[in-house]
């Protein structure tokens, strides 16, 4: 099946640190990745809609300048949240679309980042 | 914008009985998707049924099946003979066909499995 990888599964930093998160489609092409934030005990946020070779879309509220999207090819996305406060401790999880599937089928997720600003 | 509302926080279920985690969403569309996943402290997403809006025919996976009523906006999941490894966050979603991939999640449901 298709398989997501997110590299760091868990990050302790300072405060003002930038983290960078990536999301990689091992074995299939995604044109589309999403990004989600979700806080202890809460439901998946979506943030932004990253698109490859193409500025992502982000949801109303969230920062475009804290949260920088690349998705410089069809298999990478990466996030980084620059100057990180511990406001910004979460966890952020990835998911892509592969780009020949029927519009019926699933996302697939990557296991998740858990980000703690200290 | 769609809403999901999933009004159950918490539900417990004696393992091999039987549970329902009823699930309502808000849409003017006619053309979206309906997803159930469960998330385990691992909190690794897992994909344990959809539905598409078109198909009368409610989805079943095992265990696992809904109950998709189009009209009264609802899509409950019922979990037969439950089990151990059952426990975990639910949540339902939703996904425009027209605009756009991203998933519109409900706020969750707990599921405990009691012995």
């Known amino acids: 099946g298709a398989v997501v990888s997110q590299h760091p599964s868990r990050v302790i930093c300072k405060s003002g640190t930038s983290v960078k998160i990536e999301c990689r489609s091992l074995?299939?092409?995604?044109?589309?990745m999403f990004w989600y934030r979700q806080f202890p005990k809460q439901s998946l946020m979506l943030m932004a809609t990253?698109?490859?070779?193409?500025?992502?879309?982000?949801e109303q509220g969230v920062e475009k300048d804290k949260f920088l999207i690349n998705h410089a090819s069809l298999t990478l996305s990466t996030l980084t949240v620059t100057s990180a406060h511990p406001e910004d401790s979460s966890f952020y999880i990835c998911?892509?679309?592969?780009?020949?599937?029927?519009?019926?089928?699933?996302?697939?997720f990557g296991d998740g980042t858990r980000l703690s600003i200290l | 914008a769609q809403t999901v509302t999933q009004s159950q926080p918490e539900m417990s279920v004696q393992e091999a009985e039987t549970v329902t985690l009823s699930c309502t969403y808000d849409?003017?569309?006619?053309?979206?998707?309906l997803f159930w996943y469960k998330q385990p402290p691992s909190r690794q997403m897992i994909l344990v049924i959809r539905?598409?809006?078109?198909?009368?025919q409610n989805a079943t996976e095992n265990r696992f099946s809904v109950n998709f009523q189009k009209a009264a906006k609802s899509f409950s999941l019922k979990i037969s003979d439950s089990q151990l490894g059952d426990a975990a966050m639910y949540f339902c979603?939703?996904?425009?066909?027209?605009?756009?991939?991203?998933?519109?999640f409900g706020k969750g449901t707990s599921l405990l499995v009691t012995p």
């Open positions: 539905q598409e809006a078109y198909k009368q």
């Open positions: 979603a939703y996904r425009s066909g027209s605009s756009g991939y991203a998933l519109n």
């Open positions: 998911s892509a679309r592969p780009s020949t599937e029927a519009g019926n089928q699933p996302q697939h």
């Open positions: 990253s698109n490859e070779g193409s500025k992502a879309t982000y």
């Open positions: 074995d299939f092409q995604a044109t589309t």
């Open positions: 849409t003017s569309e006619s053309d979206y998707y």
